[in-house]
């Protein structure tokens, strides 16, 4: 045997195991009865922010991979004046934005242009999207990256993603990379589904969410084409890259579906529509890299009630929970109740009668062979809800104080002084108001970063303030603002901050801050101010919510501390 002839054997018993280890090819299944429903991607990176494709070449990606929208999430603070939707290569793309609040990142879908920067506390940030009509979405909430992980489960966002693409390669062992990137050139969207696993804590997480109100699931892809070299897989790594995985195979890998979603054509009430299906919970959730297109209905019905997904209501007699898939042979039906399997079945419908009481029903479709430890379900349905009668009370609701003791009511603004970055410059004056004065603070924040821009309306804390549990004041602003309510404390040499940011706009408005819902100004010694040590009360404006080298007034009045 020649060398020549031993090398050619060589090649082809490689190229013969190379084949034998790849992940089988995405199943192509029949649909049964009803549309296929429209199916869409959410958070894709473009190259407004670290992806590396135009809005065009994505929508082209999107529309090779059988897409019928894509919702866009360029990094950003919320300032941007969205695009319009439009319809690209026949893909309705729907522009959105992804914004670092400093507990996690989170993905904002229908806000318009907001009036200020949208950052700092995750708890601040899903206020603005909330009062700006947005959803609020976490992503990627439980990366492996502590920066990139959601921190604040118990504020009102809308929804999560169950599953993040860019999460999912980080907890990956180098030979499952490795086999992935062997994978990738044949079966691209198979191979990039080999990292995939069922995210359990998430999962956990949303479960306890949905007892007490509706949270959405949602599979995000976060899709940048991009794969940072110097800082080893980085996508946020701008200065050298491979534009990989490719926003195709990430389409093909996993998708969310729409199966109630009627489009028309018009760009904009379609975007509208899109919107309000994810947000009514009308949405599941398909790992198509295994089997597609994947079909669900899901649905419970009793004597006077008939649900879909995401909805929730109060019945009065038994209900039959009914889920149906299109999926081949081997398929394993789920039903969790409360978050635990309640019902398990080989087959591809399943029905249940269950009683009326308060429980939350969804489902997890299984495909043997599905990759991950323990394996990621191949669809994952958005909840019914079971609820018991009457209105869900609000337990974020304080009772109204019995005790106040003014601090600025009328007259000089005695002991009040001003702090402020070197190129900042403030006024603080005591003007006329219905019944006596008031404070008009005046604000010019400087446009250098390098003066790291504030400026802060000092006010002495009293006597009166550790025998309190909030400070109540009166505000108006000359347009929509945050201001940051600050309590500073001395640690030997060093002053330490907490704070609590509050709206502030043209409607006068009373603001309470309550000391235990304070949160620490970077590191402190403790977790919450010690009321005994106070040694300021500051009004800040800073850079977290405002841009640098804009100005503004507001106006503050009765100025107490309650309890
Ligand atoms: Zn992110
Ligand atoms: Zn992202």
Request: with cysteine; glycine share 8%.
């Amino acid at each position: 045997m020649t060398r020549r002839v031993a090398s050619a054997f060589l090649v082809v018993a490689l190229v013969a195991a190379w084949y034998l280890t790849l992940p089988p090819a995405s199943a192509s299944l029949p649909v049964t009865g009803g549309d296929i429903p429209a199916r869409g991607v959410i958070h894709v990176h473009t190259r407004r922010s670290d992806g590396t494709g135009t809005v065009d070449d994505i929508a082209a990606a999107a529309a090779r991979a059988g897409l019928s929208f894509v919702v866009l999430t360029d990094h950003g603070d919320g300032t941007r004046e969205p695009e319009s939707p439009a319809y690209r290569s026949g893909v309705l793309c729907i522009d959105a934005v992804e914004i670092s609040t400093n507990g996690g990142h989170l993905v904002a879908l229908g806000l318009g242009k907001a009036p200020y920067p949208l950052g700092g506390e995750p708890r601040d940030v899903v206020d603005d999207v909330t009062r700006l009509g947005g959803m609020s979405v976490p992503g990627h909430p439980g990366s492996n990256k502590p920066e990139l992980r959601w921190n604040d489960w118990a504020i009102p966002f809308d929804g999560l993603e169950w599953l993040n693409g860019d999460s999912e390669w980080r907890d990956e062992s180098a030979a499952t990379l490795a086999r992935v990137l062997l994978a990738y050139p044949a079966r691209g969207a198979e191979a990039l589904a080999m990292v995939l696993d069922r995210p359990d804590e998430i999962l956990r997480r949303w479960d306890a969410l949905t007892r007490q109100r509706r949270v959405v699931a949602i599979a995000g892809s976060d899709a940048h084409a991009r794969l940072g070299l110097r800082t080893l897989g980085e996508p946020y790594d701008r200065s050298a890259a491979f534009p990989l995985p490719g926003y195709g195979e990430v389409f093909r890998t996993f998708s969310i579906s729409l199966p109630q979603l009627k489009l028309t054509g018009n760009a904009v009430s379609d975007a509208a529509a899109v919107l309000a299906e994810i947000r009514a919970g009308r949405v599941y959730s398909t790992i198509d890299a295994l089997a597609r297109p994947a079909q669900l209905s899901f649905t419970a019905s009793s004597a006077d009630v008939h649900l879909t997904m995401g909805e929730e209501h109060h019945a009065r007699g038994p209900v039959t929970i009914h889920a149906a898939t299109n999926a081949p042979g081997g398929v394993e039906l789920r039903l969790l109740k409360d978050g635990a399997v309640t019902a398990t079945i080989r087959d591809v419908t399943l029905e249940q009668t269950v009683p009326p009481d308060p429980a939350v029903y969804r489902v997890e479709v299984m495909l043997p062979g599905a990759p991950g430890q323990p394996a990621v379900p191949w669809i994952v349905s958005n909840p019914i809800y079971l609820r018991a009668p009457g209105p869900i009370r609000d337990p974020s609701l304080r009772p109204a104080p019995t005790r106040v003791a003014v601090q600025y009511g009328n007259g000089s603004a005695a002991g009040w002084r001003i702090e402020k970055s070197e190129r900042s410059s403030a006024a603080l004056d005591v003007i006329g108001a219905v019944g006596g004065t008031q404070l008009l603070m005046r604000y010019a924040i400087s446009g250098a970063m390098t003066d790291a821009p504030f400026v802060a309306f000092v006010m002495p804390p009293g006597q009166e303030l550790p025998d309190n549990d909030r400070l109540i004041f009166n505000a108006r602003a000359d347009h929509p603002m945050r201001l940051s309510v600050q309590l500073r404390a001395a640690q030997g040499a060093a002053l330490e901050r907490w704070q609590r940011s509050v709206y502030v706009d043209q409607t006068p408005r009373t603001i309470a801050v309550f000391f235990d819902d304070m949160h620490p100004v970077a590191t402190t010694s403790s977790q919450q101010p010690p009321l005994d040590r106070i040694e300021s009360v500051l009004l800040v404006v800073d850079t977290v919510n405002t841009k640098p080298g804009t100005s503004g007034q507001m106006w503050i009045d009765d100025v107490k501390y309650a309890r």
